[in-house]
């Protein structure tokens, strides 16, 4: 007995002081974004009178299903309050004065980020059904329990960290190992770079690589996500090599596309693989030789290590199955999940354009004028922006949105009611939107789908433009508001192929 309290012990130290130190304060970053894009975005897309308001979804789901704080109180102020004080505590993480107190005060900051980020995810719909959503969270109560900085450093969450990163890198290679064949046949990257979600400003010059180039990617990809990660449980040096390479590869994802703080979150979980000695390059900080460890708190982590291991039999289970599932949560706390990335790859790229008009009665003649969104491609020659690690839901709603030939309210609900605030001129949900091209309002909303497809570089030299796009058909028929204040779609038969 005695020897197995005197190992555990020897699990609490300083090796891993400056990693959980530089892990902290980027987590803390990353839930200032999050809370962020929160406060920018709830209100029309989630709030009272929002796209999908919460109020109706509370109505119908309880608290055991999904717990969330707004179970026992809502309004849009109070969301506000909630989104502003994760904010608030974000910065005070960042900065690292949590850090410097007691034990209960590390423990309380990181408790309340996981606590309100937790109450906004559960109730987001649709809008927050992001697979780095769950990873933050559980990432974020890993970090409840990594301590301040006069506490030595306790491995066991040093080590359940690099199993999250596992988890997340591993998964997504299975998935890709098994989904789509254009991934077993070394051509998903052919497409990828033109079709993903948002490209960012270097997406183009990524897709036009040689197609060599583009196979050696997805070659790079597996050896990444399927054998890199197993380094993360070797003893160092080899341990710090993997999180390297993963670092590395996720610096490759980061500037070739915009995936909100998943590749910052994954390099984020690389940062406990290295040494004190590793990261002294980097980070040159001075380490206290008096660091302790309460019995209580060694007592905790020991129990809590317990439970995350007895819960990764789902995550195991999940990724030994045929029917792997991407991103799945198996509790509504979000803690120990699977992971995994783009299974399947889109070959063409699709396009909602909605457009407007101020005229009441539709001709052919009628001159229609086009809503901008902030990232998404419209105007072909706007080029592609830099969003990550901020994340806009919207946008990338739209992307998903597009990969139906024609609108479906059973899939996308949310649409329609994107289409009725933009009639009634909604200030709220304009704000979402790039750019309002009628201060009074339109008449009349349709909605077209466009193939798109990047210009080449003689495209953009003779044009000016980033994008080259072509009509593929009616995505919404033309609508206005009726008497009643609402709009009604003309039925239709969808057909797809």
Request: include cysteine; hydrophobic fraction near 45%; glycine fraction near 8%.
């Amino acid at each position: 007995m005695m020897a197995i309290r005197e190992f555990w012990q020897r699990l609490f130290g300083s090796e891993y002081w400056v990693a959980r130190f530089a892990f902290q304060r980027g987590l803390a970053l990353v839930y200032l974004v999050a809370f962020l894009v929160a406060f920018n975005q709830f209100r029309p897309l989630l709030g009272k009178r929002g796209l999908l308001p919460v109020p109706q979804f509370l109505g119908l789901v309880n608290f055991r299903r999904a717990p969330s704080i707004f179970h026992f109180f809502y309004s849009d102020n109070f969301f506000c309050g909630v989104s502003f004080a994760g904010i608030l505590l974000s910065i005070i993480g960042l900065t690292s004065l949590s850090e410097r107190g007691p034990l209960w005060m590390s423990i309380a900051l990181w408790s309340l980020l996981y606590v309100l980020y937790l109450s906004i995810m559960n109730v987001g719909q649709v809008f927050y059904g992001f697979g780095w959503e769950s990873m933050l969270l559980e990432a974020g109560f890993l970090a409840i329990l990594l301590g301040p900085n006069r506490m030595a450093v306790p491995a066991p969450i040093i080590f359940l960290l690099r199993w999250m990163l596992f988890r997340v890198e591993f998964g997504a290679g299975l998935i890709k190992l098994r989904g789509d064949p254009c991934w077993r046949n070394l051509t998903c990257l052919q497409y990828h770079h033109e079709t993903q979600p948002l490209p960012n400003l270097f997406s183009s010059y990524f897709h036009r690589l040689p197609n060599s180039f583009h196979k050696l990617e997805v070659v790079g990809n597996f050896a990444a996500q399927l054998v890199v990660p197993w380094g993360l449980f070797f003893p160092q040096p080899v341990a710090g090599i993997a999180g390297a390479l993963i670092i590395l590869t996720q610096m490759w994802l980061f500037i070739s596309g915009n995936y909100s703080w998943l590749n910052l979150l994954t390099m984020l979980l690389a940062v406990p693989s290295f040494t004190n000695a590793q990261l002294g390059a980097i980070l040159p900080m001075p380490i206290s030789s008096s660091l302790f460890a309460p019995d209580a708190y060694e007592l905790v982590i020991a129990l809590f290590t317990g439970i995350v291991t007895v819960l990764s039999y789902w995550p195991v289970h999940n990724m030994l199955s045929h029917r792997q599932k991407m991103n799945t949560s198996f509790n509504p706390y979000h803690l120990v999940n699977t992971y995994g990335a783009f299974g399947s790859v889109t070959k063409t790229r699709y396009e909602i354009v909605i457009e407007g008009t101020e005229e009441e009665a539709v001709r052919e003649q009628t001159k229609w004028r086009e809503y901008e969104f902030k990232a998404k491609p419209g105007n072909p020659k706007r080029p592609p922006r830099q969003i990550a690690p901020y994340h806009l839901r919207l946008d990338w709603l739209m992307w998903f949105a597009a990969m139906s030939p024609v609108y479906v309210y059973s899939e996308h609900p949310w649409f329609i009611m994107l289409i009725q605030k933009l009639l009634q001129n909604d200030h709220a949900t304009l704000k979402l939107l790039g750019a309002n091209p009628f201060p009074r309002g339109p008449k009349v909303i349709r909605a077209r789908l466009y193939h798109y497809r990047f210009a080449t570089a003689k495209e953009r030299r003779e044009t000016g433009q980033s994008w080259v796009r072509s009509p593929a058909g009616e995505y919404l028929p033309p609508v206005s508001m009726s008497g009643g204040g609402r709009i009604q779609v003309p039925p239709r038969k969808v057909r797809y192929g």
